[in-house]
């Protein structure tokens, strides 16, 4: 298994522009996330999506949608990308498994937008 | 709110030097307390979950520990291989349906030959 995969690893955007990062799982889990990691900072939740075709809003949703169309797939957007999104950001999955289940990561996207 | 407090920031130790790693934490009702392990470039990889006091789980020379206010990750004779970015992450009673996990800044392990 590939676990959780991320594309691109790394892009970098002039203010204004927009793109889509793509998060991909084959564990069949039915919870994703989508975190950013700033240095100094603790990793924060932005989007999380319980099932295909539901998301919800997490710690630090303002600028960014996302999109669960597909089980397997968590798609995470910016529309006008700003300065202050540049970040490294990570996907993880879980199983939904009783009241305590463990987070998988991806290997994360480096945005810098200048 | 749930808060996570790790400590030091940055730790450096000769191979061989045991030491320990201090998660401080306030949550409303501990569902888990997790430890993951970031190595430079790369996404957090999961090493332990505890859910009560009390309770201890090892792996290889990591040993985590929990109280009710602090979790404690113990690493003994460690090896340059060791060194790492370690994460400690709550989720409380308060994260509902979203499971959400509140993390650390970490701490910065350097393990010199």
């Known amino acids: 298994n590939a676990g959780v995969t991320q594309t691109p690893k790394f892009r970098v955007l002039k203010t204004g522009q927009s793109m889509t990062l793509l998060c991909a799982q084959d564990m069949n889990h039915e919870y994703m996330y989508w975190y950013r990691q700033d240095p100094g900072m603790g990793l924060r939740l932005i989007h999380y999506s319980v099932g295909e075709g539901t998301t919800a809003k997490g710690e630090v949703p303002d600028g960014y949608n996302v999109s669960r169309l597909k089980k397997q797939n968590f798609l995470l957007g910016l529309e006008s990308a700003a300065p202050s999104q540049t970040s490294v950001y990570f996907c993880a999955s879980s199983k939904l498994a009783g009241p305590v289940d463990t987070q998988y990561f991806g290997p994360g996207t480096r945005l810098t937008v200048l | 709110e749930d808060q996570v407090t790790q400590s030091p920031e940055a730790l450096r130790l000769q191979e061989g030097e045991s030491s320990s790693l201090n998660c401080s934490y306030t949550v409303s009702g501990l569902r888990g307390l997790f430890w993951y392990r970031q190595d430079p470039g790369k996404g957090p990889e999961f090493l332990f979950t505890l859910y009560s006091a009390g309770e201890e789980k090892e792996k290889e020379r990591l040993k985590a520990t929990l109280t009710k206010k602090e979790s404690f990750l113990h690493i003994t004779a460690p090896k340059p291989e060791d060194s790492a970015t370690y994460l400690c992450?709550?989720?409380?009673?308060?994260?509902?349906?979203?499971?959400?996990?509140?993390f650390g800044s970490g701490t910065q392990l350097t393990v010199l030959p």
């Open positions: 992450a709550v989720r409380g009673v308060s994260s509902g349906s979203a499971r959400q996990l509140t």
